[in-house]
DNA sequence: CACCAGGCAAGCC
DNA sequence: GGCTTGCATGGT
């Protein structure tokens, strides 16, 4: 991997185990959209970017190289070897062909708090519909700021949340996950829960505590230990995963969610959020277990 | 019209 | 522990 900044963009050249397609539609950031053929444009850590690439080359537009490292190198998680991964992974036979089919995903290094939402938010939703309703809490409680002439909106933060009442929320339309925003709001803004103090636990005493906030529950949690807490072992069960980990590990067998974890935990260990999210992507775009 | 969408809380056994 | 039901909203 180099660099090759040139006027105002930031070039990287060499990228490997990348591609925007696959990071921005494996279902872990909700705030990037198309914008072109292998160029997306969003919002997060209280910048927005536009990214593109082509081949092993990735431009960062309108981006410093100091900006590029400060922020933007470590939310791609750019300093990890996800080839390693993927030849660990792949000794299994279906993440052999979930890898191979998701080769360009890696798991960003998301803001804590808007993962947080973003996920009690997730919960019995669809992708869409998520979107659209994180979108317009953005614009009506985030910091407005402008990018290549543009005004975009920052994620709220917690204590600007924190101060509303449900009826404040209605607008956004997140149906009965209102109350769920707002105790999550609460507990972060009086610092009762923050990023230290959950890093500092181990997986299943962070989890503990997060499923101590209203609205968040064992999966909500894992999502959040995953993405915005970079907690690998983590191995979040929704229904595409249940599905497709029955059909390549139990023979299509319907068994329990507690079957699903136990058996991630065995199987892949630290590397049970990864495996997901290539398995996630993989049942998803192919439709797999559905049948 | 019913049914579902990356679940959760509350109530039941 | 695991199971059921109601929950807002929007799409099919």
Not at 3 to 17: F, M, P, Y
Not at 109 to 134: C, H, M, Y
């Amino acid at each position: 991997m180099k660099i090759k900044s040139s006027n105002n963009n930031t070039v990287v050249i060499d990228v490997r185990d990348f591609k925007l397609a696959h990071i921005f539609e494996c279902g872990q950031c909700f705030r990037f959209n198309p914008v072109g053929e292998n160029e997306y444009i969003g919002t997060a850590l209280d910048r927005t970017l536009r990214i593109s690439q082509r081949g092993s080359e990735v431009t960062f537009h309108s981006v410093s190289e100091r900006e590029f490292y400060d922020v933007w190198y470590g939310y791609f998680d750019l300093d990890r070897d996800y080839s390693a991964i993927k030849r660990r992974l792949s000794r299994n036979d279906a993440l052999l062909k979930a890898t191979e089919y998701g080769e360009g995903i890696r798991i960003l290094n998301q803001d804590l708090w808007e993962t947080v939402v973003s996920f009690i938010i997730s919960a019995s939703n669809n992708i869409p519909r998520i979107k659209g309703i994180i979108e317009r809490l953005c614009r009506a409680f985030g910091r407005p700021h402008t990018y290549e002439g543009n005004v975009y909106y920052s994620f709220p933060t917690a204590s600007a949340l924190a101060r509303l009442n449900t009826d404040d929320l209605s607008p956004i339309r997140a149906g009965f996950r209102d109350k769920y925003i707002i105790d999550a709001a609460r507990r972060f803004a009086n610092g009762s829960l923050n990023r230290d103090y959950l890093t500092g636990l181990g997986v299943s005493d962070a989890k503990r505590e997060l499923m101590t906030v209203y609205g968040i529950g064992s999966k909500v949690a894992d999502c959040i230990l995953l993405f915005g807490l970079h907690k690998t072992e983590a191995y979040p069960v929704d229904v595409w995963i249940k599905r497709v980990t029955e059909h390549f590990f139990f023979g299509g067998r319907e068994v329990s969610r507690g079957e699903i974890s136990k058996f991630a935990r065995e199987a892949f260990g630290e590397l049970g959020g990864y495996a997901q999210q290539y398995l996630f992507f993989y049942a998803r775009e192919n439709k797999i277990g559905l049948d």
